[in-house]
């Protein structure tokens, strides 16, 4: 394995080393999401929205709501007053979703999101509405648990298996001295 050196970003977080100490910085971060949609051009405007504010017009073609995911990946809100980040992670199953050769593939056995979401003081997770979404609104083609490819399943064991796989993660990969856990599920009068 080759060593790439020390990193310069992690997280979306830029690392300044100085002689003083490191500096961390996400500025670069903010001007890449803001020019990824055009944001940069546009003046300063003033809360709730200027007279002067002019809206674009919508650019090409409208993307599926799991592109506009991938493309958001990861959407950061600074507050500079407080050195504090909070990130949107933009993942509706907590598994993950990949496009293969079959089409999108819902992997309940599999959550490499994790790897970003280690590092958080805070973790706060919520699902399940998006288990019940039928085409055109399922964000899935097919379903693979363990070695096994299905065109569908009973949403409640899809939920159930995706659930267990990120219990497994939080319980192996979240050091919970430095981190809070919290999930948000939906009552069951929400269906009624």
Not at 51 to 78: P, W
Not at 119 to 136: G, Q, S, V
Request: hydrophobic residues 40%; charged residues 25%; proline residues 3%.
């Amino acid at each position: 394995m080759k060593d790439l050196g020390v990193a310069d970003v992690i997280s979306g977080i830029r690392i300044h080393r100085t002689p003083q100490g490191l500096a961390l910085s996400q500025s670069h971060y903010i001007e890449k999401v803001l020019g990824k949609f055009k944001y940069m051009e546009l003046g300063i405007v003033k809360t709730p929205l200027d007279a002067s504010f002019a809206f674009r017009n919508n650019e090409g073609e409208s993307d599926s709501q799991l592109e506009y995911a991938r493309v958001l990946g990861c959407l950061m809100y600074i507050m500079n007053d407080y050195g504090v980040a909070i990130v949107l992670f933009h993942s509706n199953l907590l598994v993950d979703i990949e496009v293969e050769s079959v089409g999108r593939v819902l992997k309940l056995d599999s959550i490499k999101s994790g790897q970003i979401w280690k590092e958080f003081d805070l973790l706060i997770f919520n699902t399940w509405l998006w288990y019940t979404r039928t085409p055109p609104g399922q964000q899935w083609d097919c379903v693979e648990v363990g070695v096994k490819l299905l065109k569908d399943m009973n949403r409640v064991e899809a939920f159930r298996a995706g659930l267990n796989t990120w219990a497994r993660w939080v319980d192996t990969d979240v050091d919970t001295a430095k981190t809070k856990v919290f999930f948000q599920g939906t009552s069951p009068a929400h269906y009624q």
